[in-house]
């Protein structure tokens, strides 16, 4: 993939994941950022649970980055909540 397939696939399932997960979401570099790192978690938990991609060609690249993507927010949700707790106490 060349680099404009990667921006382009980074910057969907980084907006879908942020409408999902809830939240303003991080702008565009941002969105772009979160979709490319999820891209990576998203195949590695596909990779791992032994899943094959139920969409081909750009499609099924856009679906594991979202499902990776959604997975990140909810961990730095879950990691900045945890935060903001403690440093209230």
Not at 22 to 30: A, P
Request: proline fraction near 1%; glycine fraction near 22%; avoid cysteine.
């Amino acid at each position: 993939m060349d680099i404009l397939t990667w921006l382009i696939v980074g910057l969907v399932a980084g907006v879908l994941a942020s409408l999902v997960v809830g939240g303003t979401g991080y702008g565009i570099i941002g969105d772009i950022v979160v979709g490319i790192v999820g891209a990576f978690i998203g195949g590695a938990v596909f990779r791992a649970a032994g899943w094959s991609i139920p969409v081909g060609g750009l499609g099924g690249t856009i679906l594991v980055a979202f499902v990776g993507a959604v997975i990140l927010l909810v961990l730095l949700h879950a990691i900045w909540r945890g935060r903001g707790r403690s440093a209230a106490l």
